[in-house]
């Protein structure tokens, strides 16, 4: 069975603090992808990143960067110097390699909230 | 905008009743997947569509919830009869598949269905 967790239901931060929002997955599939999407107030899922399994290194976009560890089966996600903006609900998802209809297994995601 | 469009944005229906969603994916996009999201969970996939054909169903999708795509185009999701418990937000995603690969999905702002 393929399953993503993410443990932290709600984090609270002060705008410019760093935070990491951990997401630990479970899957048997050898080549599978990895994903994490925003979800502001208006509902709208945005798409942040994929990365697949054979990449391993970390990636780092603007005030974004994301750990892929397999070892550990995580692939957590650092915003540096928190915005207010950043406030929103961050999905980790998966999806499984050998699964060719594309579809998604969504985490039950991490409410960020960024006080000024 | 020529994201993905869903209507309505809000429904309030009661028990018993019929309704119907409608999905516009992104028009050069041939799939098309519906997901349904509950309060403090993750999307949770229901259904996709390759052009006009429906490859696969989840079995949260119960003999009430039907799904076309008549022309490969827009879609629509019926529930019949609802129950309190399809309150959810209802969300549509497309993306393009060619030659077994695909783009990324791109989400609806999703329409809320209140079922009292």
């Known amino acids: 069975a393929q399953k993503v967790t993410q443990a932290q239901t709600e984090i609270s931060v002060v705008e410019k603090e760093d935070v990491t929002l951990d997401c630990v997955y479970e899957t048997r599939d050898t080549t599978y992808y990895l994903f994490w999407y925003k979800q502001p107030p208006s509902g709208k899922l945005v798409f942040l990143i994929r990365?697949?399994?054979?990449?391993?290194q970390n990636e780092i976009s603007g005030r974004y960067s994301w750990n892929f560890q397999k070892s550990t089966s995580s692939f957590n996600f650092t915003i540096t110097a928190s915005q207010v903006v950043d406030s929103a609900v961050y999905f980790c998802?998966?999806?499984?390699?050998?699964?060719?209809?594309?579809?998604?297994?969504f985490g039950s995601g991490t409410r960020l909230l960024v006080r000024p | 905008d020529t994201g993905v469009s869903q209507n309505p944005r809000h429904k309030i229906t009661k028990r018993g009743q019929n309704v119907t969603f409608r999905c516009d994916p992104i028009s050069e996009h041939n799939r098309l997947y519906w997901y349904r999201q509950t309060l403090g969970q993750g999307p949770e996939f229901l259904t996709y569509f390759q052009n006009e054909a429906q490859l696969e169903k989840s079995r949260l999708l119960s003999d009430r919830f039907s799904a076309e795509r008549p022309k490969g185009s827009f879609s629509t999701l019926e529930i019949q009869r609802t129950e309190q418990g399809d309150s959810a937000m209802y969300l549509c995603?497309?993306?393009?598949?060619?030659?077994?690969?695909?783009?990324?999905?791109?989400f609806g702002q999703g329409t809320r269905l209140t079922v009292v």
């Open positions: 998802a998966l999806r499984g390699g050998m699964d060719s209809s594309y579809k998604l297994i």
């Open positions: 995603a497309s993306s393009l598949h060619l030659q077994g690969l695909g783009t990324e999905a791109f």
């Open positions: 990365r697949n399994s054979f990449d391993e």
